[in-house]
């Protein structure tokens, strides 16, 4: 059995340790998403696929979510000693060594894609790791407040996310640069040769939206059994500020809401949480298929349910 996930960050890692222990027979590649990514006292920072490779490889902070475990923080404190910045986006010691080989990497002619599978010899996540391109793409948001001086604001959507917590609206939210990417090597292969194509519950707006705004990769995508697993429950992120990603686009944040912007061209089936399972009479779901279930991914046992009713449903509707 072959699958291609695209995946964000926390939550999509946590949801495939799940589908490596419902499937662990199959070949899992992961398309990540690199809109998070970000240059920081000179390294490139890779959010989402580090957390996924972190916490497939048994590195990550359990209780974060994010970041190494037995983290130490000396070289922040040095840092701000020297007034550098900047000091809302913090970089533990053992994470600052995966930044310095990956930039190393990067500076000597390394693509993106080879910098990953290089790191990630290290870690051994026990599936293949894609970024979605080997070219440069940032989400950057435009706030909606405007200083005095009327000129928009537009920050990178990191320092809108952890420095702000997207509590100051946005009026915009771009992944700048994907519209002249070009999918890294391997990523449309992957998506042609799978089964079908699973997307975690993972933030639609800035950790999918911007894999499918890679020319050719939604194509791909569309062309697959797709099914995807709702990150809202009862009206809210399970966890993040996904809410805030979905006010700016228009979107209502509930699972039905999330099924229709995503679409049936894109969508087959979509599970959702027992909470929410009246959209599967939602006009909003027409033409997909919905399924509930429990969806909190309480620890591997509950995740690896919720993966087995993804391939199950994406078995059926192939």
Not at 57 to 70: F, K, L, S, T, V
């Amino acid at each position: 059995m072959r699958i291609t996930v695209l995946a964000g960050g926390v939550g999509a890692a946590r949801f495939l340790r799940g589908l490596r222990a419902a499937a662990p027979e199959a070949q899992i590649t992961v398309v990540g998403n690199t809109g998070d990514d970000i240059t920081l006292f000179g390294l490139r920072v890779c959010p989402d696929l580090d957390t996924v490779m972190y916490t497939l490889g048994g590195g990550i902070n359990p209780e974060q979510g994010w970041g190494r475990a037995d983290e130490s923080f000396l070289l922040r404190d040095e840092l701000a000693a020297y007034g550098a910045g900047p000091s809302w986006f913090t970089l533990g010691d053992r994470d600052f060594a995966t930044h310095i080989v990956r930039s190393q990497l990067l500076a000597s002619g390394t693509p993106l894609s080879e910098a990953t599978r290089l790191l990630c010899e290290r870690w051994q996540p026990g599936l293949r790791l894609l970024p979605m391109t080997d070219d440069t793409v940032e989400t950057h948001v435009t706030l909606a407040a405007e200083p005095p001086s009327g000129a928009p604001t537009v920050i990178h959507f990191q320092e809108w996310w952890v420095r702000l917590h997207a509590a100051v609206p946005a009026a915009s939210i771009v992944p700048v640069g994907a519209e002249r990417a070009v999918p890294a090597p391997g990523v449309l292969e992957a998506i042609a040769d799978a089964d079908f194509v699973l997307l975690p519950p993972s933030n639609p707006v800035v950790s999918i939206g911007p894999i499918l705004a890679v020319p050719g990769i939604r194509d791909a995508v569309e062309a697959k059994t797709v099914v995807g697993v709702s990150g809202i429950i009862g009206g809210a992120p399970v966890r993040g500020m996904a809410d805030a990603c979905l006010t700016t686009i228009g979107v209502e944040t509930s699972a039905a809401a999330v099924a229709e912007h995503y679409g049936p061209r894109l969508l087959a089936g979509w599970l959702v949480d027992d909470q929410d399972k009246a959209a599967a009479d939602d006009p909003r779901c027409a033409d997909i298929e919905v399924r509930a279930l429990s969806l909190y991914m309480r620890d591997l046992d509950t995740t690896a349910t919720i993966a087995r009713a993804a391939i199950d449903l994406a078995q059926e509707l192939s």
